[in-house]
């Protein structure tokens, strides 16, 4: 079974402050995903990555970016982290961009 | 980004009833995956049907594709209590780029 891991299930943090929320998947898939969800909004693609070093924006990019430095791990990063950017924030990853998504269990951050 | 839309937003039923959800879409599609998401917890696949497809079964669950009427429905039988959660479908977007788009749900209540 494919599995997904987050660092965290719950982060609460100070607003200014640098963020890092980390994602390994463990089926050596090529795609890997960040998203945030909010209630009546659905999910929002943040970034995407297709390779090693490859990142592409998605949605809603503005105030996060993003780290691949190996196959297995995609980090979102919050430069100066804002009460704004208080939400789930879901990871997932699949073996070819259109197909079966596997998420982990969502980081539930809060920025006080 | 275009999004599937899901119909209704919300739906309540006893155990044993059928629930269906609907999902719209506005650009041609390789295919529509549907995702199960219990509360607090990570989204779940539950089948993907292609675009030269009408139907798929897959248990309880009957999935439908319309592509000339950009539409897909989601048809859960005999419905328990463990069927309550909310589900997404997510289509491809030929146009677009290489990432899912997702509708924002429909929350399903069974009760017993």
């Known amino acids: 079974d494919v599995k997904v891991t987050q660092s965290s299930r719950y982060l609460v943090k100070r607003t200014g402050e640098k963020v890092f929320l980390e994602c390994v998947q463990d089926m050596d898939h090529e795609n890997m995903f960040w998203y945030r969800q909010d209630p009546g909004l659905g999910l929002r693609l943040i970034y995407f990555s297709y390779d090693v070093k490859m990142k592409e924006k998605g949605d809603i990019p503005e105030g996060y970016s993003v780290s691949r430095e190996k196959k297995e791990r995609f980090s979102l990063i919050l430069e100066s982290a804002s009460t704004n950017q208080t939400s789930m924030y879901l990871c997932?990853?699949?073996?070819?961009?259109?197909?079966?998504?596997?998420f982990g269990p969502g980081t539930r951050l809060t920025v006080l | 980004s275009q999004q599937g839309e899901e119909d209704p937003q919300a739906l309540s039923i006893q155990e044993g009833e059928n629930a269906t959800m609907n999902c719209s879409y506005k650009?041609?599609?390789?295919?529509l995956q549907w995702y199960r998401q219990n509360s607090g917890r990570g989204l779940v696949h539950l089948i993907l049907i292609r675009s030269n497809e009408r139907e798929k079964h897959s248990g309880r669950l009957r999935v439908t594709l319309d592509t000339s009427k950009k539409s897909s429905s989601l048809l859960i039988t005999a419905s328990r209590a463990a069927d309550t959660a909310s589900y997404f479908c997510a289509t491809d977007d030929n146009q677009a780029g290489t990432a899912l788009i997702f509708g924002k749900g429909t929350t399903l209540s069974v009760s017993s």
């Open positions: 997932a990853s699949s073996l070819q961009p259109y197909n079966e998504q596997f």
């Open positions: 650009t041609s599609i390789n295919n």
